[in-house]
């Protein structure tokens, strides 16, 4: 591609409503309760944000047993499934839900559908820990479709009463493609009240199309486990990104990922603080691609209220208004 370096900037990126929710509910539990405060899981996908938390007091364990009687909780930001409720309740934890809201309205419509006796499709990824809050709600109508390809095979019950929920964090695309398949195959296949793949997987993958299609190279932060971060990538490969790679840190952009390019791509994952993004783009200003021109293609000014356990400590707060 002609002409000089330069950065192609990507917005919006990074940390979205429910992640900034979650993260302030474990620096809020931390200040008003002291340490240690325990989390089911990584509050949200990011080893940056999961270190900093712990240098605050938060203790990160797999499952609720590994805690103290009657010790502060926090459910992370992708939700629990009803077994993980009960089992916190039975130990006396005292429970702090900073499952995002958008998780939540997904748990909602499989109870509602489960309780309607609706066969659920959820389409997702086997052993995300948000798929597994929302098929604990109904485990007993709820199976999961990983991929287009296992649209081609599932099997139900009863092609009548059919309904398809999804992660949050998937790509826009191949969740598509995935309900058309089912949908050629079962064509009463009912869908959500509305789309359940999240306004900020869908913004970021929307801004980083158009990114792509101008780059040489696309560089997304985030953690890799984080379901949307590397959506991210495979789009950018997909709309015209030459190469695409996903880092946590700016020291891990490697020198011959840079040779022959002018044009580089930055977007950064729904869980990524800015600091990070700006940490590339002063590695990159250093590397000569000192040029950067944001691409924008969507506003955001989404803000969740804190989980209610916490709202009563709301003052400052940058999570302090109203859904």
């Known amino acids: ?21 979650a993260v302030i509910a474990v620096e809020k539990a931390l200040e008003h309760y002291g340490a240690p405060v325990y989390v089911r899981k990584q509050i949200v996908h990011n080893t940056h944000v999961v270190a900093e938390l712990e240098h ?11 805690v103290p009687t009657g010790s502060h909780i926090v459910f992370s930001a992708h939700g629990v499934s009803p077994a993980v409720v009960n089992a916190a309740a039975e130990r006396g934890l005292q429970a702090i839900d ?49 991929s287009p390809d296992d649209a081609d095979i599932v099997e139900v019950r009863n092609p009548a009463r059919v ?19 089912l949908r050629k195959r079962f064509p009463l296949l009912q869908d959500p009240p509305s789309d359940d793949i999240c306004y900020a ?13 101008d780059s040489d190279l696309v560089i997304v932060v985030g953690s890799a486990n984080s379901s ?17 790679y996903r880092i946590d840190y700016a020291s891990e952009v490697k020198q011959e990922w840079l ?12 869980s990524v603080p800015e600091e990070l993004v700006d940490e590339l783009l002063s590695a990159l200003a250093d590397a000569g691609y000192a040029d ?20 009563g400590n709301l003052k400052g707060s940058r999570a302090a208004q109203p859904e």
């Open 201 to 213: 997987t869908q913004n970021r993958q929307v801004a980083i199309k158009k990114v792509a299609a």
């Open 292 to 311: 950067v021109i944001p691409v924008k293609t969507a506003e955001e000014d989404l803000i969740f209220s804190l989980p209610k356990e916490l709202r």
């Open 98 to 146: 900073a499952t995002c809201p958008l998780v939540t309205k997904v748990h909602r419509e499989a109870v509602r559908f489960a309780r309607d006796d609706f066969e659920i499709l959820l389409i997702g990824h086997e052993g995300h820990e948000e798929v597994e809050g929302t098929a604990g709600e109904a485990p007993e109508n709820t199976t999961l479709v990983g």
């Open 1 to 21: 591609m002609a002409g000089g370096k330069r950065v192609l900037l990507a917005a919006p990126r990074g940390y979205c409503a429910g992640v900034d929710r």
């Open 56 to 66: 605050k007091g938060a203790v990160f364990v797999d499952e609720v047993d590994e």
């Open 163 to 181: 309904v398809w929920l999804s992660q949050t964090t998937l790509s826009v695309d191949e969740t598509m493609e995935t309900v058309r398949r």
């Open 259 to 270: 040779d022959g390019v002018n044009t580089v791509g930055v977007t950064s994952g729904a």
């Open 228 to 244: 949307n971060s590397v959506r991210l990538v495979e789009v950018a490969l997909e709309y015209g990104a030459t190469a695409a």
